[in-house]
């Protein structure tokens, strides 16, 4: 009775013996159910070497994962688009930024210079109406124009006056096909008159002018009205 109630008091017993052999087997039996708590255990041994060998396997199934094998993961990158970390799926991303932004420098550009043609062409109708109401109707169209040339110049806006503009027909180029009366920072024609009767002529006659030079704004001003909102025509193609 006193061993089995006191049992650590008697190590060197038959009972303490048979109490460690219990002991050890209950150890065992733990180890097999538990072996993440025995990691020095033969039984863990074991599993490590299982363990190594499942990732042998793995490697062998999954090249993508694992970079030494090089030749596998290459010829399988240059098939799809999944391998994000290889040089192939790199340069076609560096090529497809690069087209993104060049579209979008593209379409940036292309604003801004809508914005600035659209300046230019408020710009114009104000020296219009400047010209006319100090000046007034009945003047010859050369007056018109080199008046119309100073103010662009006060305003700091570049122009050329009475420009010749070539023309290609049939592969044959005409230095003298067309000759324009103002352009407007190489961007806006201007045609003025100074006519009572406006022509439904000139308006056809801008638009050639627009095709062949290659503009997408420009504008009629006859001088010979008395109010010239009636004489400004605005031509966008």
Same mark, same amino acid.
Request: charged share 55%.
């Given at each position: 009775i006193l061993k089995e109630k006191s049992p650590q008091r008697h190590k060197g017993t038959k009972f303490q013996k048979e109490l460690k052999k219990r002991k050890r /087997?209950?150890? =065992?039996?733990?180890k097999e159910k538990s072996p993440q708590r025995h990691k020095g255990t033969k039984f863990q041994k074991e599993l =490590?070497?299982?363990?190594?060998i499942d990732t042998k396997i793995l490697k062998e199934k999954?090249?993508?994962?694992? =970079?030494? /094998? =090089?030749e596998r993961g290459r010829s399988i990158a240059t098939k799809t688009q999944r391998h994000k970390g290889t040089k192939f799926h790199k340069g076609e991303f560096q090529e497809n930024r690069s087209s993104v932004l060049l579209t979008f420098t593209i379409k940036i550009m292309d604003k801004e210079l809508n914005e600035y043609r659209e300046w230019l062409g408020k710009e114009i109708v104000d020296i219009a109406y400047h010209i006319h109401l100090q000046l007034g109707p009945g003047l010859l169209e050369g007056i018109y124009e080199r008046v119309f040339s100073y103010e662009l110049e006060k305003r700091e806006i570049p122009f050329e006056s009475q420009k010749k503009v070539p023309i290609i027909y049939d592969d044959v180029e005409f230095s003298d096909g067309l000759r324009l009366d103002l352009i407007v920072d190489n961007l806006v024609i201007v045609e003025l008159k100074a006519q009572e009767n406006s022509h439904p002529v000139w308006q056809a006659q801008l638009l050639s002018y627009l095709k062949l030079s290659d503009k997408k704004l420009g504008y009629i001003i006859n001088f010979s009205v008395p109010l010239i909102k009636d004489g400004i025509k605005r031509m966008v193609i």
């Open positions: /087997i209950d150890t =065992k039996i733990l =490590k070497k299982r363990k190594r999954s090249p993508q994962r694992h =970079k030494e /094998i =090089k």
